[in-house]
């Protein structure tokens, strides 16, 4: 097999798998495919110095030059007079070249945006772990401080008690006798107390001694006090440059608390609000509803007293058509039962109206809380339905997360086609190497004649290694790849969990919705039943208004009756006939008064019993706003309090480097 035969197929096949390539999206697949070029390309050269060569119109080295250009990224000079072939092969290195200075910028540039995440990642490891160690550094030299403060406080009086010691045993030793220098000893207390060591003198006494031994302990003490506060100084310093770096960052925070605090503080204070206005007019309503109860209770006991008064005249009027004889006692009993009878008219007539404005104030209120009950669903109803609209955009948001999952998963597979492909990839440079080997054997065995193609065997030798060599990086760069992927993909998966959870609680939120708008629901078809029945009981009272006038007037007839007794008794038997008749009526009229009365009683109860319930609800719910007011302001303090200690310690680091400044 010659050269031409051999590089036909090699430039074919190189070929078909390259314009396959092409079509790749990917960057690493371009990157393959223009590799498969490269190689196409270089069979072609071969073509043409197996052509071409042995004629001599091909400039062999210029086309090694060109390779060997093209593979740094230089693009090719077209030689003068070149033949077309020349030309076409040319244009081909000379996109290599093209394509090989974009592959290098793109590396470069990934590499560089590697190094810079790498560069951020330590950055923030290294801040993370310096913030920790200045925290404990801080923790260490607060409890050092607090020793050495302790340490020095006890120290100080220890020498003002020794000073005080001394001070006494100089003036006792001043007065025992002249014999004693007392102004070497002054000296001797000032050197001590300077720090200097003090020697006794010669001669001197035993107490002198030991007077003069205690100055040499306090000067030591007072050295060592003075070395201690040296290094208290030095610790001082670098404590407040490690305050000043942190406090910074501890006041952002403290300032983030703070606000976030302030901003559900206001929330919860707002909401208080409208249940203590909604408390107010509840507590509205079961004042009027006791109100009307009481009301209603005295007019029961009135139509009781009216009934009894009836059954009397009853009893009056029967006696006196019973028997005449008795007929002056029963015009002054008569007399006194329509007195009795008046009277309680006139506090039944009082107690119909308290009983009507009662009524009208009952039904105001109800009406007043049937349009805030009302008010009521319709927020809750908007509130349901903003949160099918939050389950429906988290819906969508899990549903872009296992799109992300899916699309991460396929480039994951897609990775490992390429992998696939850059095996076939080393396969052919292998194949390609062995090839080039063949065809220098081939060009050793023609001699003179195939030195030319030994030179393009050896360059796509070369051209053969590199691609193994760049295949390999290629692998590594998608072992990487699919590192991060997976990584990709386990974070998409902690979304869509978050965003599941995200869904079981907006979903426990609808029904607390749902719930919330059944109660208000019930409540204000409640309110409307007590509107109702307060209308149905205003009819009642003005019925019975009604019938108390016409009791009124029935007992002016009376009076008026018992007056003419008196004229004669054919006159009292008429009234008396008259009388039993009226009686008869009135007894019906309290018999269902007394219902009527019972009704509108046991109607009150209940809705004294209902706006007792709802008032209940609406303070568990003020005591439930009320703690959570509590619990924002505590949050708040705690906050204001966290920045106050952050404010003081910030004094106390100036103070501190200010005494460490001495």
Do not use: W
């Not at 003068?80 to 290599?96: F, L, M, N, R, S």
């Not at 008010?375 to 109803?381: I, R, S």
């Not at 030195?451 to 393009?456: D, H």
């Not at 007839?557 to 009388?579: D, P, V």
Request: overall charge negative; some cysteine.
């Amino acid at each position: 097999m010659n050269a031409k035969q051999l590089s036909i197929p090699i430039a074919a096949i190189l070929a078909l798998i390259g314009f396959g390539l092409s079509f790749a999206s990917k960057s690493l697949a371009e990157f393959s495919g223009q590799l498969f070029m490269m190689f196409g390309v270089s069979a072609a050269v071969a073509v043409v110095y197996a052509s071409f060569g042995a004629k001599g119109g091909v400039p062999l080295g210029g086309l090694r030059d060109a390779l060997r250009g093209a593979a740094r990224g230089k693009r090719p000079k077209l030689p003068e007079g070149a033949p077309a072939d020349v030309a076409e092969t040319y244009e081909q290195i000379a996109e290599i070249a093209g394509r090989q200075l974009e592959l290098a910028e793109e590396r470069h540039a990934l590499a560089e945006e590697r190094d810079k995440l790498a560069r951020e990642r330590d950055g923030l490891s290294r801040e993370r772990d310096g913030i920790a160690k200045e925290r404990d550094t801080l923790e260490r030299e607060r409890d050092n401080l607090s020793r050495e403060r302790d340490g020095i406080a006890k120290e100080r009086d220890t020498l003002e008690r020794e000073c005080s010691t001394l001070t006494r045993k100089v003036n006792d030793l001043a007065q025992r006798g002249p014999d004693i220098d007392v102004d070497a000893l002054v000296d001797a207390v000032l050197r001590a107390t300077a720090g200097e060591r003090v020697r006794v003198p010669p001669g001197s006494s035993p107490e002198l001694s030991r007077l003069y031994a205690e100055l040499s302990g306090i000067a030591e003490r007072i050295t060592q006090a003075e070395l201690r506060d040296k290094q208290r100084r030095s610790e001082l310093a670098q404590a407040t440059v490690l305050l000043d770096e942190l406090l910074p960052k501890l006041s952002d925070g403290v300032s983030s608390v703070m606000h976030a605090s302030e901003q559900a503080t206001v929330y919860i204070r707002e909401m208080t609000t409208a249940l203590a206005n909604i408390a107010q007019s509840v507590e509205s309503l079961a004042s009027s509803a006791e109100e009307s109860s009481s009301s209603i209770l005295e007019m029961t006991a009135t139509n009781e007293e009216v009934a009894e008064n009836v059954g009397e005249l009853g009893s009056s009027v029967r006696e006196t058509v019973s028997s005449i004889e008795e007929m002056a006692y029963s015009i002054r009993e008569v007399a006194k039962n329509v007195d009795a009878l008046a009277l309680t008219a006139e506090e039944t007539s009082s107690s119909m109206n308290q009983m009507d404005v009662s009524i009208d104030q009952v039904q105001s209120n109800a009406n007043e809380t049937a349009r805030l009950s009302e008010e009521v669903a319709t927020d809750a109803e908007k509130g349901a339905e903003a949160i099918l609209k939050t389950i429906g955009e988290i819906y969508r948001i899990k549903e872009s997360s296992q799109e992300a999952v899916a699309v991460i998963s396929n480039l994951g597979f897609r990775i490992e086609a390429i992998g696939q492909i850059l095996a076939v990839i080393d396969d052919v440079a292998e194949q390609t190497n062995l090839l080039a080997l063949n065809a220098a054997i081939i060009a050793a065995q023609a001699g003179e004649h195939g030195k030319g193609f030994a030179v393009v065997a050896d360059e796509i030798k070369d051209l053969a290694e590199r691609a193994g060599g760049s295949t390999k990086e290629i692998a590594e760069l998608i072992k990487t790849i699919q590192s991060e992927s997976k990584n990709a993909i386990a974070a998409v998966e902690r979304g869509a969990h978050n965003v599941d959870r995200g869904v079981e609680v907006s979903n426990e939120a609808e029904r607390a919705l749902k719930k919330i708008l059944e109660s208000s629901q019930k409540s204000t078809n409640m309110v409307r039943a007590i509107a109702r029945a307060t209308v149905e009981q205003a009819k009642g009272s003005k019925q019975v208004t009604d019938a108390i006038g016409r009791i009124a007037e029935t007992v002016q007839q009376i009076a008026a009756a018992t007056a003419e007794q008196a004229r004669g008794s054919e006159l009292i038997m008429k009234s008396a006939e008259k009388m039993r008749t009226i009686t008869q009526h009135v007894e019906r009229s309290s018999q269902e008064q007394a219902r009527g009365g019972r009704q509108i009683t046991s109607a009150i109860e209940q809705i004294s019993h209902g706006v007792n319930s709802l008032n209940a609800s609406h303070r568990s719910q003020t005591r439930g706003g009320e703690q959570l007011v509590e619990a924002g302001k505590r949050i708040e303090e705690a906050a204001r309090q966290q920045d106050q200690a952050v404010r003081q310690l910030l004094s106390a680091t100036e103070r501190m480097r200010r005494t460490a400044a001495i």
